[in-house]
């Protein structure tokens, strides 16, 4: 493998010669161009791995450059250099795909190390891109539906693709937030670019630092190499943050930094790395509810709730039920039929589960048909009792019901455990063994404060 390519794009020639020199003594092959015009053409004739380009030059300027590599799809990582360091440039330079931007005077280091980034990049999307390719994804894929409150969704996702503004997305699980985040990011001008996923509640605490934001090398035990974080990853893409409602008080913290001033710092390291993303966030949770008990940052809520997008429950689109249902019989050119009493017996359920519990209803219905045609007797909405538990049941009856006397039980385990742990929610989750978001689920049945 040859060495990698770098050209410099510089007018002023002292500024062009040391840079060449500085680049050749740490192993890099260098090309250079004193006008945009023969920039231009050394891009699309070489191809090289990076390019650091003068915002002022004769001929075409560093960003009509960089416009233009972008435009022919060029994977050159691409950094501006200017001595103008006002917003607008930045933003500018940012906003046309520059991977960073480097102040004049130049500081060598820093110069290096933003280099060593750009190409570290690089080299991720480029393994991205020759990976054996995953099942394709396009804006539409398994949002199905025509009720009114879905149309409305739909609406609201071609007006919220069309800008990079920060969504949050809401709803009960199971209603299909992920798919709708697809949909944004495959409808909007970052679409070529990675959609990064992460969800926040499947990550312990002491990971997702270093899984949102990389880490340096040495930053923490077993830390062996750097790591790139997910905001670098969806640098010139989407960032999506699943569950954002778990996340602790410090590591709300660093999102809003990271929100506010789009930059981050990798564990271990205190250089600000510029990020270019388009960032939405899911949850589950009522955050308004977590704001008053002090689980939430209010600021965070504001700068995450730009727009807001309010999924419903299934119960409340059972017309979409019988489109769903069609969906899921023939995913991947599959071929089965319902009969209508099963459809029905599937449109009078209330589904708490939400889409996810009517596509794993289907799938096992499925398993169990006979030629390919899904009956009633193949639809099964609640686990079936055995014989045993049905004579043990007779043989005890409980007064007022099994059913009335669980939940007094439940309740008065779940009070138990509020008051051992003095009302906090999360080590009271902790003493029962369950989530967060299950306790705040059973307190709400049981009216506990």
């Not at 102040?103 to 020759?130: N, S, V, Y």
Request: aromatic share 4%; charged share 25%.
């Amino acid at each position: 493998m040859g060495r990698e390519k770098i050209l410099v794009a510089e007018d002023d020639r002292t500024a062009r010669v040391s840079l060449a020199e500085l680049l050749e003594g740490q192993g890099f092959e260098v090309l250079l161009a004193e006008t945009g015009t023969q920039a231009e053409s050394i891009l699309s004739e070489n191809e090289p791995d990076l390019a650091l380009l003068d915002i002022r030059m004769p001929g075409a300027d560093g960003l009509t450059v960089l416009r233009n590599a972008r435009a022919r799809s060029s994977d050159t990582a691409l950094i501006i250099m200017t001595a103008h360091g006002d917003s607008s440039t930045a933003i500018e330079a940012m906003k046309a795909g520059a991977f960073d931007y480097v102040l004049k005077p130049i500081d060598f280091q820093l110069l290096l190390q933003q280099i060593e980034r750009a190409l570290e990049h690089r080299r991720l999307l480029r393994e991205q891109k020759h990976a054996a390719p995953g099942p394709k994804v396009t804006s539409a894929a398994a949002i199905v539906g025509q009720s009114p409150v879905m149309q409305h969704i739909y609406k609201l996702i071609g007006q919220v693709a069309a800008s990079d503004a920060t969504v949050l997305v809401r709803g009960e699980s199971g209603t299909g937030k992920e798919l709708v985040v697809n949909a944004i990011h495959f409808n909007s001008a970052r679409a070529k670019g990675a959609l990064v996923k992460v969800n926040c509640a499947s990550i312990p605490d002491s990971l997702l630092e270093s899984e949102l934001f990389g880490h340096e090398k040495g930053a923490f035990t077993n830390a062996v190499s750097r790591r790139i974080g997910r905001f670098e990853e969806a640098t010139g893409g989407t960032l999506f943050l699943d569950e954002i409602g778990e996340l602790t008080p410090a590591l709300q913290s660093k999102l809003l930094r990271a929100v506010q001033e789009r930059t981050i710092e990798r564990l271990g390291s205190n250089a600000p790395i510029p990020v270019d993303i388009r960032l939405i966030t899911a949850t589950s949770r009522n955050l308004e509810e977590a704001i008053q008990e002090g689980e939430f940052r209010e600021d965070l809520y504001y700068r995450l709730n730009v727009v807001t997008m309010s999924l419903p429950p299934l119960r409340e689109r059972r017309q979409d039920i019988p489109a769903l249902v069609e969906y899921f019989l023939h995913r991947g050119g599959r071929s089965a039929s319902i009969t209508a009493q099963a459809l029905t017996k599937l449109s009078q359920y209330h589904w708490p589960g939400n889409i996810r519990e009517l596509e794993n209803t289907i799938e096992r219905a499925m398993v169990l048909a006979r030629e390919g045609v899904v009956t009633e007797n193949e639809i099964e909405l609640r686990p079936a009792q055995s014989s045993s538990d049905e004579g043990w049941a007779a043989q005890a009856p409980v007064e007022g019901g099994w059913e009335a006397n669980f939940a007094e039980l439940e309740k008065s385990l779940v009070e138990r455990a509020l008051l051992q742990a003095q009302g906090n929610k999360s080590k009271a989750a902790d003493l029962l063994g369950i989530h967060r978001r299950l306790l705040y689920e059973k307190m709400r049945r049981h009216g506990l404060s």
